[in-house]
């Protein structure tokens, strides 16, 4: 008796190829990532640190004696300001030396960028002195009221005695003073202005910083330009 045939055997499938493994993250990827992160941080860090102590006064501010005076004010100190950027801030300060001293808070609104809103913004926060006038020293009192120096030898005179207007564009530093309500500092103004460009009119003097309206009509007789 003969033995059957034997069955076929079936093909083994081909086994499935293993799955991929990620590739490990370089350490130049994670420096960099850390980089970013640390980045970041600070940024948010500087924001909020700018935020609460760099770009804000302090309430006190508000208190009308430690308002800033937009006659003496620099960049820095207008950018203090709630609502005054670097841009507005050399604005304003442009426009002061253009156009001499605020009169009034008010004329802010002759700043370019500056309207009803904004102003009315800023207004609780600044002040004009009187005519950007020079302030008087701490340490000096007498300064408040000027008089004529007496005669120290023969020959000297009194800055009361002279006998016409002063001639703004060859006047010295201590004649200068002898005008009512100009101090040294605004006496050397006057000197560096009108070496820049000499006045040709008493009215020229409103280029000087600190020589505003009031101050002009006040001196307007005593002075002159010369021929």
């Known amino acids: ?15 499935a190829p293993p799955a991929p493994v990620d590739a490990p993250v370089s350490r130049r990827t994670q420096l960099v990532a850390l980089l970013l992160l640390l ?17 804000r006064p302090t309430e006190l501010t ?14 820095s100190e207008l950018m203090q300001i709630p ?4 841009q507005l801030a050399e604005r304003i300060v442009g426009y002061r030396d253009a156009h001499g001293p605020f009169a009034r808070v008010e004329d802010l609104d002759s700043v370019h960028g500056i309207g009803d809103a904004t102003l009315n913004k800023l207004r609780p926060w600044v002040s004009v002195s009187p005519d950007g006038s020079d ?23 009194k800055p009361g005695s002279l006998t016409g207007p002063i001639n703004v564009n060859r006047a010295s530093v201590e004649e200068l003073q002898s005008l009512p309500g100009i101090g040294p500092v605004l006496a050397q103004r006057i000197i560096a202005e009108r070496g820049k460009r000499p006045f040709t009119e008493v009215g020229d003097l409103r280029r000087v910083s600190g020589i505003g309206p009031k101050k002009l009509e006040a001196i307007r007789s005593l002075v002159t330009v010369g021929e």
């Not at 033995?3 to 083994?12: Q, S």
């Not at 609502?83 to 670097?86: F, L, N, S």
């Open 1 to 15: 008796m003969s033995t059957p045939p034997a069955a076929p055997v079936a093909p083994v499938p081909p086994a």
């Open 39 to 55: 980045g970041i941080a600070g940024l948010i860090g500087w924001r909020w640190y700018a935020d609460h102590h760099g770009t």
């Open 62 to 75: 508000r208190n009308v004696a430690h308002r800033i005076d937009l006659n003496r004010a620099t960049k």
């Open 83 to 86: 609502g005054v950027g670097p």
């Open 135 to 157: 302030p008087p020293p701490q340490t000096e009192p007498d300064r408040l009221v000027r008089k004529p120096v007496a005669p120290t030898g023969p020959g000297s005179k």
